[in-house]
């Protein structure tokens, strides 16, 4: 967010601050984890023509890589693009459509 919001208020870019862009990101994005998942609507699409989501089935190792961090003090962020960008997570991608490629 504090990428955008720069560009518009220090680069003079009109337009391209975190609020002004995000509905046109919510828009094209559809969230397809499942019901009662982390993903906060107000930051994420849950309509839009393409899937993203946790890549399923995830490993065991990405587990093993979150407890890792967390031993060591690190956080575990459900969502690394929603309010908290920063922790240890499994990856989100676009390809979670049904057939399991790019929509």
Known sequence: PEDFD????????EGWSYQDVLP???SIERVC????SAYDPKLRGTSGPMATGLLHPQLPEVDDFVAACQAV?????????GATLEGAS???FNTASPAGGRE
Do not use: I, K, S, V
């Open 6 to 13: 720069r560009w518009a208020n220090d680069l003079g870019c």
């Open 24 to 26: 046109h990101f919510c």
């Open 33 to 36: 984890d499942a019901p009662g």
């Open 73 to 81: 003090g690190g956080e575990r962020t459900l969502d690394y693009n």
């Open 90 to 92: 499994g990856t989100q």
